[in-house]
């Protein structure tokens, strides 16, 4: 059934009136990784309803230094699909704030890792600056209802801490 569909007569509950409020969801924590590639769950998730339809924009505050780097991925339930944009930090950006640096942008579906440069030089523990990812889309729900979750990990794995940071945030609303 497309969403919303109101009938007349029909009786709106608090319920359907709040599906179609945007949320909000704060990642709360800062989770560190180090020495390892395995993604891991992040705070930041989207509970998918069976053919359902979301827009979503995700900021992604993560500090890394240069060679871990910072990689991210959706995960979702079987028959979803993810058609998405991102922004982030070059992986073969040099070291710092003050230098200029290129921004990748990528198109990307599910199941796709991407990877941001990190920002610190090499032995910087814990990375001092936050850098962002910016990834915005429409992720669309198939037969199977399940949570869309944002995962992080090292692009390479190192000693140097990667900090998937509180200030990352996803904002989301069903839109069918």
């Not at 922004?87 to 073969?92: I, K, S, V, Y």
């Not at 230098?99 to 990748?104: D, E, L, M, N, W």
């Not at 429409?138 to 979750?149: D, E, F, L």
Request: charged content about 20%.
């Amino acid at each position: 059934m497309p969403f919303p569909t109101w009938l007349a007569g029909q009786r709106i509950t608090a319920d359907r009136l709040d599906d179609r409020d945007i949320k909000l969801v704060e990642q709360g924590t800062d989770q560190t990784v180090t020495n390892s590639t395995t993604l891991r769950d992040s705070n930041l998730l989207i509970p998918g309803e069976v053919n359902a339809i979301y827009w979503y924009a995700l900021y992604i505050a993560y500090r890394a230094t240069v060679t871990p780097d910072f990689r991210w991925a959706w995960v979702a339930p079987s028959g979803t699909s993810i058609d998405r944009f991102t922004l982030a930090r070059d992986e073969n950006a040099a070291a710092g704030l003050t230098a200029g640096t290129t921004i990748a942008a990528r198109y990307a579906s599910i199941g796709i890792e991407l990877r941001a440069g990190g920002g610190d030089t090499d032995g910087t523990n814990p990375p001092a600056n936050v850098f962002y990812v910016h990834d915005q889309g429409i992720i669309k729900i198939g037969g199977t209802a399940g949570s869309c979750v944002v995962r992080f990990a090292q692009f390479t794995s190192s000693a140097n801490q990667t900090i998937f940071s509180s200030q990352s945030k996803l904002v989301y609303a069903r839109i069918g």
